[in-house]
């Protein structure tokens, strides 16, 4: 009776493939003491083979011996558990330390906010990675193979995006050495305009016309960029003509009434109003006058339409090129 219903027991636990397929999942389980010497002594193929069990055989002396030959196998899990529980939570502690540490440097480098997501994010993931390893390895977890696979399909990947993988890689650097930031209007060999978004992967330019321009970052930057924004403020320098018939002191009080009239323009440092160059036809007066960076074109709009109009009202001529045809 006892021998049929472990046969029908043992047949519905392992699909029917026999004891021995039972035993060989117990010894990876962690039990090899008992079921080595089992298997090694008694091979069993088919249930056919199974010898009857007696009711003595299931007596406490019996099934004392054999908890006494689990409990190493048990002793030794139950020690990896724990050893793993305690890698888990200084691990934890471990990332979040450093983690905060990434953060506060990147801060006092006022670096981007975007920067120091995606790097601390990056951190994160790559820590978690290495206790997640050094956890399967405790357990006695192979991870050659793993770490052979991940390999592998991170070159997969890297060959697939290479260009956008430099894109990601010229973004942390505008993000990280600030060449230029968010506001700052630049002049590079691809357009100029306003900066209006500084990604991992793209930046974004608002032209003067209002017009989008967008540019992979491994292109920006590695070319030349003029930053006009970084200072506060900017020289406006502005050339004007006049005649040799005018008023070369005339000229020069009107251009500084017209600086000290105008709310663009800052009183420090002092303009500079100078003859530039005595040109073929105009004696060529240069003004140099310093205003704040956002109003850099509205102050160059005004000034120059203010010396045209101070220049007719007080009879001073600009020279403009004309052609003289004599007919024979």
Known sequence: MICNLMKSGLASLTGGPGLTGLFRAAGRAG??????????????EKLEDLEPIEPSDLSVSNMKTI?????PGIRSLAFNIVVCLVILIVGRKLISLLH????????????DVGLIR????????????????????????????????LGTLMLAVGMSLQGSLSNVAGGILLLLMHPFRVGHYIICDYGEGTVSMIGLVYTTITTKDNRILTIPNSMISNCAVTNCGENPIRRLEIITGISYTADIRLAKEILQQICDDSPLVLPEPEASIFVDSLGDSAVNIGLYCYVPSDSFLKAKWEVTEAIKLRFDENGIDIPFPQVHVHME
């Open 67 to 71: 908890v006494d030959e689990l409990l």
């Open 100 to 111: 905060g540490m990434l953060k506060k440097t990147l801060e006092r480098t006022q670096a």
């Open 118 to 149: 995606f790097l601390g994010s990056a951190l994160d993931i790559i820590l978690h990675i290495i206790l997640i390893f050094m956890i399967l390895g405790q357990l006695g977890v192979n991870t050659a193979s793993i770490v052979t696979v």
């Open 31 to 44: 039990w090899p003491g008992l079921i080595t010497t089992a298997m090694e002594s008694n091979p069993i």
